[in-house]
């Protein structure tokens, strides 16, 4: 019986690729528990006292709340308005016209410094709009193209004779949308939520343009400390970021699983 023996090259490349990308993760997380007040990796000598000074700092640990609401808040009106706009946009594609899809994948289209200068003048300055609302509108324009498109691709796959075979038995428009196509696409919205949460909570470009006193994002404060500090603080932060990520894939996996998410 004939085995296949495996490329050395192969092999070679594979540990390459998985140097590059797990490279600056294991980087990061050295310099997080070196034991200096700088930024330095190999580490020289461990301690956890800087993940301690993060809720140490006022800003950070506001800063983290604003991010965490402001993430939650955009990704469930980004949610709200795109399950609904993408059902349309492939319940009705054939009335419905062409360019109309167009519109939702602007915020992607336009660069996000754009979007985020554009959203203080007409909305922060011109309209006199609170910070942290000016924010919500500019990470909730900046995630619908995600949830839109995402969930397009689920209800993409649908059948929606099953659809109109539950309304032609007598069920109401909207409870069959709630208990037919909705359970249908639910991998769909979970996989845009996770991506529509995680790029919100990582911006930096448009929210750059939308803080203001008072009200800032983790990022952003990130780089205001950058500015003044070179300690492992902000290695501290990243892990952190890092690990909220982990964090929400693994509960994916734990209740749904991941494969359930490619279905």
């Given at each position: ?25 294991i ?37 983290i ?25 492939n ?93 249908n ?25 939308l ?53």
């Amino acid at each position: 019986m004939m085995t296949s023996r495996i490329n050395p090259l192969l092999i070679l490349f594979t540990v390459l690729v998985y140097i590059f990308l797990m490279g600056p993760l294991i980087i990061v997380l050295g310099a997080s528990v070196s034991d200096t007040t700088y930024l330095t990796f190999p580490p020289q000598g461990l301690t956890l006292r800087w993940f301690e000074n993060i809720f140490e700092i006022s800003a950070f640990k506001r800063t983290i709340i604003t991010s965490l609401e402001l993430a939650f808040l955009a990704t469930g009106l980004a949610l709200l308005i795109g399950i609904p706009a993408a059902y349309a946009l492939n319940r009705y594609r054939i009335k419905l016209p062409s360019w109309l899809s167009t519109v939702f994948v602007l915020p992607i289209l336009v660069p996000e410094i754009v979007l985020g200068f554009s959203l203080l003048k007409s909305v922060a300055v011109g309209m006199q709009t609170p910070i942290f609302l000016t924010l919500l509108v500019g990470h909730m324009l900046l995630v619908l193209p995600y949830c839109v498109r995402v969930v397009s691709a689920s209800l993409a796959s649908f059948d929606f004779s099953i659809e109109e075979a539950a309304v032609s038995l007598g069920s109401p428009p909207v409870k069959t949308f709630f208990t037919i196509v909705l359970p249908n696409v639910r991998s769909g919205v979970i996989a845009a939520f996770i991506l529509a949460f995680i790029t919100s909570i990582n911006d930096v470009s448009t929210s750059l343009f939308l803080t203001g006193p008072g009200v800032s994002t983790l990022p952003i404060q990130i780089l205001a400390h950058v500015e003044q500090f070179f300690d492992p603080t902000i290695a501290s932060v990243s892990v952190l970021l890092m690990l909220l990520t982990v964090a929400v894939m693994s509960i994916v996996e734990r209740t749904l699983g991941l494969t359930f998410l490619a279905k």
